[in-house]
């Protein structure tokens, strides 16, 4: 006889990778928890579940970083990379696969991948010359372009030509519409499919996806000279993880793939376009769902290293507990909708929600249990707010297949708070003298309710959810089939003996940081990063002088070095990063301020003694000095 294994129904979610130049804050925290969360939620109603996170590791931004960080970019990636993956234990994340893209085996599929691309007539050379974003790495078209600012991220465009190889979106334009208009969710919200339908209506172009002027990432197969660049590298994890190759798809990949990919909104377009685009080349399945989600700000104010009001999770949770904020993120926001954090609010839904709404009404009832029956559970079939209960459960999983992580969650609190006022109303005091019987029910009635709440509450808050499970006397995992006995209120069984109580979420306090604080806290950031404090004698060792610049001219295969021939207290030579800000030839013959000590560095194979001075993060002003000042004068 033949038997069949019943397989199970899988289902794979994704957050993007995250850019390793930065360390992780709230944001990343957030889409990780998002996708911990249906990762969860799955797993409970007894899918097989598959979910990847993992950072993104190439590029020429990277590159900068590592270069500012005074690392090779090897050494850079890899401590970076350690920072997103130790965050996960912390916040609770149970991942099953962490990928780079610098993984050896990320590598060669990317590369077989160009080459499959390659092949089938999707790539082909070409020349460009455009708007671009060096933060997003990619080029804009002039109708999307407001005032010379990305329309993604808003920084300041500038002007890139060389040679490149295009992958062919407009290619997939018509198909790609047809393919949303059929499929209703693919991507979510439906403000942000349209926002996305708007966009692609109007036309897509070629995408270049390769550069000749660095070396940090994927070699094409095809053409030495050409690296990766970007997307399609970032891209590919999702099905590299899986094992995947244009040669053998692989046996994970076949059982897991389509994804749900959980993204920021403000990396909607390269998952909603550029993705399917290539998966369409590649003749892969498209995802299942993109979930857009919004942007968190702090304070009303958005997260930047200017500010210093970088939130960092890890703070938070060594201070609140781990699912306080786990809870508050996805409770305090629709999912899908933009927020702002605030502490004072997360402290407010401690002690309101969790700590008032669940952790008193376990307490509350626990001391029932004790007081009125020795510490067992009794067992009556009669179910208080059966209805209720159904209806919750029937409307938590409506919600989660919409992701309306807030709802599901508001549902539960509801029942919470209808079993706090049964409790009330009933008034077990009197009835532990009236009529035992009923109280028996009651407290039969409450143990179910809280295995079924710690149940749905435990994608969202999973540490508490089986404390309140231990608390109640349950000794069994926390799976599809736990929830099911839940479900059929099976799972207390009778005279269960309680566990040893535990307050849940103890009482805390906010107290506004004063002015003085937050400035301290600003400055710690800053000697952290760039604006340490020097010493006025370590002042006076920088010397600082005027020159004359006698030469100027582009570095070969440089976006952004010129080379310029200067004369301060001697002739030298200085690499500078200002192309396309300045043109050589209108430098020649100007005045400025360079730092005249610094240390000889390489850049580019050229020796270049000292710095110019330049002012403005975004756009580079040099310091001019008037003409009648000679050079090498020392500037005090
Ligand atoms: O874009 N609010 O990486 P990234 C909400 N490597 N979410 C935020 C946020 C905020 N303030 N800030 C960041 C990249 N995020 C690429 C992705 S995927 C193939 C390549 C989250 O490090 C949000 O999910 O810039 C956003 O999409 C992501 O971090 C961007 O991470």
Not at 274 to 294: D, S, V
């Amino acid at each position: 006889m033949v038997v069949l294994k019943k397989t199970k129904k899988t289902y794979y979610v994704t957050t993007p990778i995250y850019y390793v130049n930065d360390k992780p804050h709230l944001g990343h925290a957030y889409t990780s928890l998002a996708s911990d969360v249906l990762a969860r939620y799955h797993k409970l109603i007894g899918l097989d579940v598959f979910f990847l996170t993992g950072t993104d590791e190439h590029g020429q931004k990277i590159e900068e970083a590592a270069r500012v960080a005074g690392k090779n970019p090897r050494e850079f990636v890899d401590e970076m990379s350690k920072a997103f993956r130790e965050i996960l234990p912390k916040l609770n994340i149970e991942n099953n696969y962490f990928i780079r893209t610098t993984d050896k085996k990320h590598e060669k599929t990317v590369a077989e991948i160009y080459q499959k691309l390659f092949e089938k007539g999707d790539l082909y050379k070409g020349k460009y010359r455009g708007k671009y974003c060096v933060s997003c790495e990619s080029f804009y078209t002039e109708a999307q372009i407001e005032n010379n600012r990305c329309p993604a991220c808003g920084k300041e465009l500038r002007i890139v030509e060389e040679e490149t190889y295009f992958f062919r979106l407009s290619k997939y334009q018509n198909k790609l519409l047809k393919y949303i208009r059929e499929h209703p969710d693919f991507i979510l919200p439906v403000e942000k499919k349209n926002e996305v339908v708007a966009f692609v209506k109007q036309g897509l172009q070629d995408l270049s996806v390769s550069r000749a002027s660095f070396d940090w990432g994927v070699r094409l197969p095809f053409d030495r000279k050409h690296i990766s660049y970007v997307w399609i590298d970032a891209l590919s994890n999702y099905i590299t993880a899986l094992d995947y190759s244009p040669k053998h798809p692989g046996k994970k990949f076949r059982k897991y793939w389509p994804a749900v990919h959980v993204v920021g909104k403000d990396i909607l377009r390269f998952h909603a376009i550029y993705w399917p685009a290539i998966l369409f080349a590649l003749g892969i399945k498209l995802p299942k769902t993109i979930f857009a989600h919004g942007w968190w700000t702090v304070d009303g104010e958005k997260m930047s290293k200017s500010k210093g009001n970088f939130v960092r999770p890890i703070q938070l949770t060594e201070r609140y507990g781990v699912d306080a904020l786990r809870y508050f993120l996805f409770r305090e926001v629709p999912f899908g909708n933009d927020g702002d954090f605030s502490e004072k609010g997360l402290v407010r839904r401690i002690n309101n929600e969790l700590g008032n709404e669940l952790g008193n009404l376990l307490q509350r009832y626990l001391t029932m249990v004790e007081k009125y029956s020795n510490s067992r559970i009794p067992k009556i079939s009669k179910q208080y707010l059966k209805k209720e209960i159904q209806k919750t459960i029937k409307d938590y999983e409506k919600a989660f297949s919409r992701y309306a992580l807030h709802e599901a969650l508001g549902v539960v609190f509801k029942l919470l708070a209808k079993t706090n006022k049964l409790i009330n109303d009933k008034k077990p005091w009197e009835l532990a003298k009236k009529n035992p019987k009923k109280l028996e029910v009651l407290l039969s009635s409450v143990a179910n309710i809280l295995s079924v709440v710690s149940f749905l509450l435990f994608p969202f808050i999973p540490s508490s959810s089986e404390k309140i499970l231990r608390q109640l006397g349950y000794k069994g995992k926390t799976d599809d089939k736990g929830f099911e006995l839940a479900k059929k209120f099976k799972l207390v069984k009778k005279n269960q003996k309680i566990g040893r109580k535990e307050i849940l979420f103890p009482r805390v306090e906010f107290r506004e940081k004063t002015k003085k604080e937050k400035e301290g806290e600003i400055l710690k950031t800053n000697l952290k990063t760039n604006l340490n404090l020097i010493s006025f004698e370590d002042f006076q060792k920088i010397d600082l002088r005027v020159a004359k610049v006698i030469s100027a001219e582009r570095v070969a295969n440089s976006e952004k070095l010129i080379r310029l021939g200067i004369k301060a207290d001697r002739k030298r030579t200085i690499v500078a990063g200002i192309y396309p800000y300045y043109r050589p030839e209108e430098l020649v013959g100007k005045n400025i301020v360079i730092v005249a000590n610094l240390e000889p560095r390489m850049v580019r194979g050229i020796k270049s003694e000292g710095m110019l001075l330049a002012a403005g993060e975004k756009i580079p002003k040099l310091v001019f000095v008037d003409k009648n000042v000679k050079e090498g004068e020392i500037v005090r």
